[in-house]
Structure formats: C-alpha cells, structure tokens
C-alpha cells in the first residue's frame, strides 16, 4: 500500500506539471534561459514538457505543420512500403547502404511522430524495425568491402554505422516507454551495446581522434548512452576510450593520421578543431557534416545532463560555428569550397536545419536566424524546432546580413585564417589557412570569387560523386589525390611544378600560413594580405587581395597582387581558373592541333595545354562570358612569360574530372617577382534581345612601378585616362605606421600598412 502510494503521487505530481506546461506561456519552451530538468523518456532533442508544448501548438504554427505534414507522408509511405532489412553488401549508392540509410531516418521520424502524434503505430514500426535489426545484427561479420581503414557491419565504414546509431539513439529515446522491460533488455544486450562496443573498443582507429568520422562515433555512443542510462558509455563518448594504444603509423585512407596525443573523445573533437571564432579546420562542408552530430548530441546532453553546460563550453563555440558557416555561404546559401568539397552543397541541408534550430533554441534566441530557418522553410519536429516556429510565428526574424569577414584557424585562433570580402554583388573568399586534418589541400593562398553567387573563378572542390555508386561507390576518386588536391587545381603559385609541402600530409599539417592584414572598415576598398613562407624551402610569397568600389564603376573589381622571394631562380606557375566561355584576348595564341599533356606529376599531368604565346612584357587580357555577364581578367607581365591556355580532363580514361578551362602565367628562372592582375566584372548579355552592353573591360593598363623589400606599389589605368596607385607595405603592418614615398614623380604618404590614391 505504501509503494502504491507513492507511485499515485509521483503520477499526480507529473500530472499537474505537464498540464501547467501545457497551458501557461510562463516556461515557454521559446526561451532557452530556463535550464529544463532532465525528464526520464524523451530526454534527447524531446523533453516531455517540448512534447506537451507542440501537441498544444499543433494547427497554429505553418512552418512546424508543414514540415509535420511532410515528415508523416514520408514515414507513411515508408510503412506502407514495408520493412527491409538486407543484407550488407553494397559501397554507397549500392541497395544494402541506401536502404539502411532511409531506415534509420525513417526510424528517427517515426519516433519523433509516435511522440508528437500519439500514434501507436509509429512506435510499432520502429519496434518492429529494431527487432529485425536485432536479429540481424548479432551475427552480423565485418562488411564485405574492404576499401575502409575501419570497416563497419551494416554499412562500408564506421562512419555510416555511427550515422545509424546517432538516429536510431532518438528512436529508442521516443519509444522507450512503449517498449517493455524484455524487449529494452533484449536490444540493448543484442544490438545497441554490441553495436557502441565495434565503433569504439574494437575501431580505436576510427573512434579515439580528432576528425570528423570521430565526432560521428563519439556522439552514436554518447546518445545511445543517454537513451539507456549508461554512463559508462556517455563517459566513453566524452572521453575517448581509455588505456588504449594505438600505432603512432596508423593512417586513414585519407593520409590522416590517427590521434596518439591523449587527445580523444567529444570534448576534445570541439576544442581541436575549432578555432575560437568557430571556423573548423577541414573546411565548410565538412563543418557542415560534422555539425549535426556535434549539435545533436550537445542538445541531448543539455535536455539529460544540463550541468555539464556543453553549449558554454570553449566559449560557446558550437553556436559560434553556426554563425560561422552560415558566413562561409554564398548569397545563396551554398558553401564555398574550401579543402574536400562538393559544389551545390548549402544551408538547406537538413543538417543545417538542425543546427540553426539548435542555436536559436540554446545560444540565445538570435533573431537571424530566424531568417535563415525561413529560407530553409523546414524545421526540426523537436523542442528546438518549436522554439523557432514560435519566434517567427512572433514576428522576431530579422535579416542575417553577411558582411566582409574574417575567421581564424586554429584552435587558439592562430594558425592563419579565411577572409572574405564582399562588396556589392562581389565576394571573394582568400584562403590562408591550416592544413585542415586529412580533407585539406595544398593550396596556400588561394581564392575563389563569386558574383551573385555565382562561381567565376573557381576552386575545383573535390574529385568524388558522393552516393553515386556508378563512380567509385560514391567514394572519393583517385583524382583527388592526384588532381583535386593538388596546388595546380587551384588559384595560387606552383614552384618547379611541384606541390605546396611536396603534396606530402605530415609536412603540410605542421604549417599554417600567416595573417598579414584584414581591413574592411572602408567599404570602397577592402584589403586581405596573406604570407606563406613554408610550402617551398627558401621561398617566401605575399599575396594581397583588394576589392575596390569606384562610384563610377557598375560593379567592384579585385585587384591581386602576388609577390614571390626565393634564394635561387625557379619556374613560377599562377593558373587562373575562370569559367565560362572566352569572348577574345589581346594576345595572338598558338593553338595546338593536337592538346600536349602539361606535366608528369603532381596535378600537370590532368591537364591538355591546348594554346601557348610568349609575353613581351605588356599586359595580357582575357574577356570571357559566363552566366550572360562578361569578365575581364588583366594582367602584368614580363618579357618572355610564357601564357598557357589549358584545359582539365588529361590522364583522366574514366571521365572523372570536370573539363574546364585555366589560364596559367609561367616566369622561368625567376628568383623574385610580381604577379599582378585585375578581375573585373562588367556588362551583360541579353540572348533575348541579342544585346550585348557594356562588353569591354574599362582598364586600359595595369603596372608594377615599384617592387622592394619594404614596398610594392601597382599603377591602375582606365580607359578614361584615370589613374589609381594602390602602393603596399611589405614589412610593416601596423595601422599607425606612417609611410612616405616618391613614385614617378608623386610625392605619397599615408598612414596605416597601404593606401589606395587617384592621382588625377
């Protein structure tokens, strides 16, 4: 009778708190400034009081409804369709992998439905799906592909198991309560522990390191821990797994070596590869990959173990990386490609959906991104989701405005950085980075540039078709390594034809290049310098990226400046890789009746030299149209540079590579020099009309006047005789320095690292 008691009166008193959440706006699940006790099921991106709330909003807020809609279409047909359980055997793109992964999606929703709809037969299917995995799963061997440095069960690699467990974890949470005592028990021996053991115990390769793949583990462990009480295993996720020795040669199949530092587990994963402004190191589209279960998991640790304050940690540097990404975006919202990346990616990805409902939800409620999740016109059907329905629903959205910015590398925010400077419809994105663990390139002081978010000057991404299985299973070509990486498929200097670091993983991950300036507080002239003294022995190049706004030009232009020192002559390769069609040079060209191949190694061998001429010292001028917009790249030369139209696709007998055009400038035997060039956006093209407006650049001439140890200055001609001197102090970039030169006559001086002047 006592126990009896006790349990009407814990009942009772949960009674009345749900109905209080339920029907009061004090507590509002809006506001993330309450700390919401731990609840016993939900408990990870559901809480029983986040559950009550939607249920009582369910029917006033479109954005969540719609999504609702859309999320119980897709698991009906899934249930309508059947379960299928097969058999692994497939790379990604293969039935086996793409049918397991629309299982642990559709598990997860399901649950989420079973929880918001009080529908039994959501929490059937999922029953009746992790029993079948059960089944299945406790004399599952290793997976039959062998291409993986840490092969998974149910899918090629660890990575894709721990994808299925970091859902699956949410399923288990939604239905816990549905299930009973034996059948909890039953998954939890057969299935669930079995499955947290292989991706962590028995894959210390996979599991105990700082990358991405670990983050996805750390979290499948840590979720699944929450989900059953077991703290062992939550440790184990925070931690890394302990006592364990790992071979320090031990490598990944990206050339990424395994952490042997004592560095391991969730916590380290957020404070090695995230610099304090909240860039992570592998680049944009991994940030975005790595994002969910890096936010996932820190929004079941704050609704399970809210003293741990995960989203305070380092900072609050998960919501910072939020921001952060959505700034590595273009206007559209696709992610630049920085290191491995895949074009068209961007912020409607459903991981981001997630992490921009998160970081509304536990950093602060920013009404940007408010603006965001409007685009992305979707929510997450949890706590979080909620919360930005109810803030747009409020009226609170205010536009994310993406400004010039700057976001260090480096976990203590000094191993280089990303600049981008945006000016009208300009953005240029200069990188000068870390290595970026085993999905960078070496490509030290390279850019990309977009108008309107359209991609002019490229950075190639990389050489994959993921989930296409037709390509590689969907996994990373050889291309990568041999082209894609490659310093020659990118925007910066090549020495001798050979790559940054010799294209070698243990010498580029031990440098970084150097910030030299970052000035955008004038908008008419934007500046982003760089130094990189490590990718070539005794070489030393700088490089300055200027953006620059003219009241009378109808778009901004980039001034580039390139200046290489070195202690003995060497060939110097700077290839441009624009896109789009050429409309006409200055320059008379050979073209080749038959494209030569360009090199042996190291990227040169991927590309048709398919025209040549010889520079005598004057400018160079490339004109060409992409998207109905012309362009015009010009640039100084020195006699007898060579100009070499190539293009992509040589040594390449499967198709695997993109076949776009570059122009590349080549000096021979030149110990120190300048590259400098203007890219210029300017006049349309009306295929409707058949107009063309505006088609030709408006810069007569560009010069280098000066070069010293101490000072670099470029004279900058238009066609309307107006002349420009944008003059750089190489050795000096403190803003109260103060400077005073005489060039051709024109007596300048000015404060700060360069001046920008019109000397007519």
């Known amino acids: 009778m006592k126990n009896q008691a006790i349990l009407t009166l814990g009942i009772l008193i949960l009674t009345l708190n749900l109905f209080s959440c339920k029907n009061g706006e004090k507590g509002s699940i809006e506001s993330s400034s309450e700390i919401i006790a731990p609840q016993e099921h939900p408990k990870l991106i559901l809480t029983a009081q986040g559950v009550q709330e939607i249920r009582s909003h369910l029917g006033t807020l479109p954005i969540f409804d719609n999504t609702l809609k859309k999320v119980k279409e897709e698991v009906d047909a899934e249930i309508q369709l059947g379960i299928s359980v097969p058999i692994p055997k497939d790379y990604s793109g293969g039935y086996s992998h793409d049918r397991h992964k629309r299982n642990f999606i559709a598990l997860q929703k399901a649950g989420v439905l079973y929880q918001i709809l009080e529908d039994e037969k959501y929490a059937q299917y999922v029953k009746d799906m992790l029993m079948r995995y059960e089944a299945l799963y406790k004399n599952l061997p290793v997976h039959p592909k062998t291409r993986s440095y840490a092969r998974g069960k149910l899918f090629w690699q660890c990575l894709n198991d ?14 816990y309560n549905y299930l009973t005592a034996e059948e909890r028990k039953t998954l939890e021996t057969n299935l669930f522990r079995p499955f947290a053991d292989f991706i962590s115990i028995q894959n210390p390769q996979f599991y105990n390191r700082v990358h991405n793949h670990s983050t996805w583990g750390n979290a499948a462990v840590g979720m699944i821990g929450l989900a059953m009480g077991d703290d062992a295993l939550v440790d184990r996720a925070l931690y890394g797994i302990k006592n364990i020795e790992i071979s320090a040669n031990a490598k990944d199949n990206d050339g990424g070596f395994i952490n042997t530092n004592g560095k391991a587990g969730f916590f380290a994963n957020l404070e090695e590869p995230f610099s304090p402004d909240g860039y992570y190191t592998e680049g944009p589209y991994y940030q975005r990959y790595a994002m969910y279960p890096f936010l996932i998991f820190a929004e079941a640790l704050q609704n399970a173990k809210p003293e741990l304050e995960i989203f305070e940690y380092k900072d609050s540097v998960l919501i910072k990386g939020v921001n952060a990404l959505i700034n590595l975006t273009d206007r559209d919202g696709d992610f630049f490609l920085l290191n491995d990346a895949q074009k068209g990616m961007s912020y409607h990805n459903s991981s981001l959906v997630s992490a921009v409902d998160i970081a509304y939800h536990f950093g602060g409620n920013s009404p940007e991104l408010l603006s965001i999740a409007q685009k992305q016109d979707q929510v997450t059907l949890d706590d979080a989701g909620l919360a930005v329905a109810l803030g747009i629903k409020r009226g609170k959205a205010k536009s994310f405005i993406k400004k010039s910015i700057e976001l260090s590398d480096g976990a203590k925010g000094d191993e280089g950085a990303v600049g981008i400077l945006r000016s009208g419809n300009i953005e240029l994105v200069f990188k000068y980075t870390a290595h970026g663990l085993s999905h960078g390139h070496y490509d030290k002081l390279s850019y990309a540039l977009f108008d309107k978010g359209v991609e002019v000057v490229q950075d190639y991404g990389m050489a994959r078709f993921v989930n296409i299985e037709q390509k590689g299973g969907g996994n990373y070509l050889k291309e990568n390594t041999t082209w894609a990486k490659q310093t020659i498929a990118h925007n910066t200097l090549v020495q001798n034809e050979v790559s940054h670091f010799e294209g070698k993983y243990d010498i580029g991950s031990q440098h970084h290049s150097n910030k030299y300036i970052f000035s955008v507080d004038i908008d008419s002239v934007q500046v982003a310098s760089a130094i990189e003294e490590n990718a070539y022995p005794n070489t030393k190049f700088h490089r300055t990226m200027v953006a620059i706004k003219d009241s009378n030009d109808e778009a901004p232009y980039i001034l580039d400046i390139l200046k290489v ?24 060209y050979t073209k080749l009746k038959v494209p030569q191949i360009l090199g042996k190694s190291n990227g040169y061998q991927h590309l048709y030299k398919e025209a040549s001429t010889i520079a005598n010292g004057e400018n160079i001028k490339l004109t060409w149209l992409l998207n109905n917009k012309f362009y015009t790249y010009t ?75 101490a000072y670099t200055a470029i004279e900058i001609e238009s066609i309307e005789d107006k002349i420009w001197l944008f003059v750089m102090s190489n050795q000096n970039n403190s803003k109260e320095a103060e400077h005073k030169l005489r060039i051709n006559n024109h007596e300048i001086s000015w404060k700060g690292a360069y001046v920008l002047k019109e000397l007519n």
């Not at 721990?162 to 239905?175: E, P, R």
């Not at 070195?566 to 624009?578: A, G, I, V």
């Not at 076949?659 to 300048?674: F, G, Q």
């Not at 409707?688 to 000066?706: F, T």
Request: with cysteine.
């Open 565 to 588: 020192e070195s202690n003995k002559p060497n060939q110097y390769d700077l290839p441009f890789y624009y896109l789009g069609q050429i409309m006409q040079t200055n320059f008379n």
């Open 635 to 709: 640039a100084a030369t020195s006699n007898k540079d060579e100009v070499i139209l190539a293009r992509i696709g040589a040594n390449d007998p499967e198709f695997n590579l993109r076949t776009e055009p570059t122009l590349i400038l080549r000096k021979k035997k030149t110990t120190n020099s300048v590259f400098a060039s203007i890219i210029e956006p300017h006049g349309t093209y009306n295929p409707i009309s058949e107009l063309s407006v505006n088609a030709y650049s408006s810069i007569k001439q560009i010069k280098v006047v000066l070069d010293t140890l």
């Open 162 to 175: 721990s994808n299925w467990l970091v859902y699956v974890s949410q399923a288990y949470d939604c239905i």
